[in-house]
């Protein structure tokens, strides 16, 4: 079976899968309906597209290794035919290195312990403050960006989610396992 239609077997069931979303909860109330819906409707406009554009290329146009992606270990397409060629250069000025993690199961457990920490911190602080730190962290320690504006962006995304969840859709939220502690506060 070629990539292709590997590719196609997985857009089509992911398709489905939406559009059994969309019908069911078609069916709940309206409150209810607020989450599901938008979000069946955004992925099916997202998979038609993905379909329509992995048919129109050309089969080894591009292809995407989301480990390389979370774990920041790939290369610049550019840079593929002179990354098996010459060691790696020091990185360039403004631009962050990429961690130096062991290729193979060293990545993927790296991967593993951001979503492990991110739950842990969900677990005990709630989703705000979770989201908060996650971020904050994950942007100042990959050197993405200088602490003062991974401070900022931090604080403009999270008051974004708050005012999206808290506010318009008026959504009860988990406050963590530390909520009796920071009550006697």
Not at 88 to 94: D, F, I, L, T, V
Not at 153 to 182: K, N, S
Request: charged share 15%; with cysteine.
């Amino acid at each position: 079976m070629s990539r292709r239609t590997q590719e196609n077997l997985l857009a089509a069931a992911l398709l489905c899968f939406f559009i059994g979303i969309l019908v069911l909860s078609l069916d709940y109330g309206p409150r209810a309906r607020l989450v599901p819906i938008p979000i069946s409707v955004l992925a099916l406009i997202l998979l038609v597209s993905q379909i329509v554009w992995q048919n129109l290329r050309p089969a080894d146009e591009l292809h995407v290794d989301m480990l390389e992606f979370l774990t920041r270990r790939g290369v610049n397409p550019g840079e593929s035919d002179r990354a098996d060629k010459e060691p790696a250069a020091e990185a360039a000025p403004g631009k962050p290195a990429a961690p130096d993690i062991a290729s193979g199961f060293g990545r993927e457990a790296f991967a593993f312990a951001k979503v492990v920490v991110f739950v842990g911190l969900f677990l005990a602080l709630g989703p705000f403050p979770a989201a908060f730190l996650f971020t904050f962290a994950y942007f100042s320690l990959s050197r993405h960006y200088h602490w003062s504006r991974a401070l900022v962006y931090t604080t403009v995304f999270t008051a974004v989610v708050y005012v999206l969840f808290v506010e318009v859709l008026d959504i009860q939220l988990y406050h963590g396992l530390l909520e009796p502690l920071m009550n006697n506060f």
